[in-house]
């Protein structure tokens, strides 16, 4: 997802569907992706990585995608629940000497019962 | 282990007063990140440290910023004098190494006012 202004993108979704959280990268050369999730009042959580070398990496209930030519990346969370419920970040990085993670600006993922 | 720990979690102050944030990073982490969140610009980094060494500090918003890491379990962030404009929640991560998911801390919230 991505926004503009102050509004995070927002996904509102049953208890039970999968979600499907969106994220537009801006560096083609970027070759590491990272997914965190993070909920009111802490820091950000790593959920899954990905390697530019693949384009799909499943977790726990989680897989990420990856579409380069694109530029775009995908976090799918199966059967939601409401402890999903969170801003979810997508992060790049240039994996050389002397960078760090960038982050987009984040999804609001809301899950109801 | 207890992760990345922050300190304090909250902190108000006045303008013009002088502020100093403190970060404790995974043992055996040779990476260290300060990042600021805000509504309006999300996630964005400030500096970073590779082996205590400071790498990049072009996020650093002006000579108000200053950070330090005189050992590889502690660093400062400080802002000197404080301004109502930089009143966001800073987060401390860290990694083992490039090319590695981070650990982030729980964020010192400031407000200036």
């Known amino acids: 997802g991505e926004s503009v202004g102050l509004h995070l993108p927002t996904l509102s979704v049953q208890e039970g569907d999968n979600s499907i959280i969106n994220c537009a990268y801006s560096?083609?050369?970027?070759?590491?992706f990272i997914w965190y999730k993070q909920e009111s009042g802490k820091g950000p959580q790593f959920i899954i990585d990905?390697?530019?070398?693949?384009d799909k990496r499943q977790g726990q209930r989680v897989t990420v995608l990856l579409n380069k030519t694109v530029k775009h990346l995908s976090l799918q969370i199966a059967a939601t629940q409401p402890g999903d419920s969170a801003v979810y970040f997508c992060?790049?990085?240039?994996?050389?000497?002397?960078?760090?993670?960038?982050f987009g600006k984040g999804t609001t993922l809301s899950v109801s019962s | 282990d207890a992760g990345v720990i922050q300190s304090p979690r909250h902190e108000v102050t006045e303008m013009g007063q002088e502020v100093t944030l403190r970060c404790k990073p995974i043992?055996?982490?040779?990476?260290l990140f300060w990042y600021r969140q805000t509504m309006m610009r999300g996630l964005e980094l400030l500096i970073y440290?590779?082996?205590?060494?400071?790498?990049?500090d072009s996020g650093m918003p002006e000579d108000r910023f200053s950070a330090k890491m005189p050992n590889a379990s502690f660093s400062t962030l400080k802002i000197q004098p404080s301004e109502p404009r930089d009143s966001a929640v800073y987060f401390c991560?860290?990694?083992?190494?490039?090319?590695?998911?981070?650990?982030f801390g729980s964020g010192t919230r400031l407000t200036v006012v």
């Open positions: 043992s055996g982490h040779n990476s």
């Open positions: 440290f590779n082996n205590n060494v400071p790498i990049d």
């Open positions: 560096n083609s050369a970027s070759d590491y």
């Open positions: 990905i390697r530019s070398n693949m």
């Open positions: 992060a790049e990085l240039f994996n050389q000497a002397g960078t760090a993670l960038i």
């Open positions: 991560a860290s990694s083992f190494r490039q090319g590695h998911g981070y650990t």
